[in-house]
């Protein structure tokens, strides 16, 4: 059982940035490919960023390309999301996850965290 917990929410001014981090706990962090998704309330989830296992490929959602940036230490069991020039339609709950390459691409996650929130203002 992997636990995951994030941090580095906040509010934040277009055009601003943030550094989200997700510690992992309970399980083998470097067996697992790791995403963050994004959620605004009555939306579906949408995978913003993923990495390997290994972190030798990373994936993005064609709005955070150029702007977003995901990375991984093994060694700290943690996922990070480093988010610059931070626009309001980026405000919604961000969570990270873990499962195999294949499935978490697809959206089909083993574990998760319970998210934390990033508002952008105007």
């Known amino acids: 059982q992997v636990q995951l917990a994030e941090s580095g929410g906040g509010l934040v001014q277009a055009g601003g940035s943030l550094r989200l981090s997700c510690v992992a706990s309970g399980g083998t962090f470097s067996s697992y490919a790791m995403g963050w998704f994004r959620q605004v309330a009555g939306t579906e989830s949408e995978l913003v960023a993923a990495?390997?296992?290994?972190?030798?490929?990373?994936d993005y959602t064609h709005s955070a390309k150029g702007r977003f940036t995901i990375s991984r230490d093994n060694a700290r069991n943690t996922v990070y999301l480093q988010m610059n020039s931070l626009k309001p339609e980026d405000t919604a709950v961000y969570y990270c996850?873990?499962?195999?390459?294949?499935?978490?691409?697809?959206?089909?996650?083993?574990?998760r965290g319970q998210g934390t929130q990033v508002t952008v203002s105007s």
């Open positions: 996850a873990a499962a195999d390459w294949a499935p978490l691409v697809l959206g089909l996650i083993d574990y």
């Open positions: 990495i390997s296992s290994r972190g030798i490929t990373t």
